[in-house]
């Protein structure tokens, strides 16, 4: 589910309210809903709500992007409605990833990775999510989406590009786990990734990648 918290009140603190939405027998199911965060000196535009996007866990290849629509005046109608449904490459639950050990970790399958980043650029609102899928071999890889919000046609949203990460490289095999990824995007639209490799010669270690913006 998803909560949110009078933060005015809090800030001074005053008595403050909170509004608790379970989800819990919902469809689609609520399956580890993730915030934006904002990134950047431009805020969104003030008559945009919080949006919370999440990866299908019923087996459908889709990202569902909801908005709350908070009622401080009245907690019990804020709302939590759908506002886009996106079509996505296919993608699966992953196994877990190995270790050089031989001990399994988990591979956090299709769940959101922390954080969903927003960014206002001269007007047009970016936002990268990230979880993890199943690569080439069952292993747990790196997929990352880059949506766009229109603010200036009632703040839809659609998807821009994405991607799936897993490379052969001098570092670690295409076969090896990359997972546990976060996403950002500095001012000029160029994005980075942070994420984990391990595999059965990799001990586990922070990796990077990038993509330009004009890539």
Known sequence: GVAAYERDKMLVGAVAQQVII??????????????????????????????????????LSKLHVYEMDLDWSNPGATTFTSVANLDVAAFASPNNATQPNGEDLDALGIRSMYRTSYRNLDGNGKILFTHNIAGPN?????RWY?????????????????????PESELAPSSAARWMVSGAMDANGNIALGYTVSGANNFPSIHAATRLASD
């Open 22 to 59: 379970s989800g819990q027998g919902a469809s689609p199911t609520v399956f580890t809903p993730m915030p934006l965060d904002v990134d950047g000196i431009l805020a969104p535009p003030i008559d945009m709500n919080q949006l919370f996007v999440w990866a299908d866990g019923d087996g």
């Open 138 to 142: 069952g292993q747990p890889v790196a």
């Open 146 to 166: 880059q949506l766009d919000v229109d603010h200036n046609n009632g703040n839809a949203v659609t998807l821009n590009q994405q991607g799936t990460f897993s």
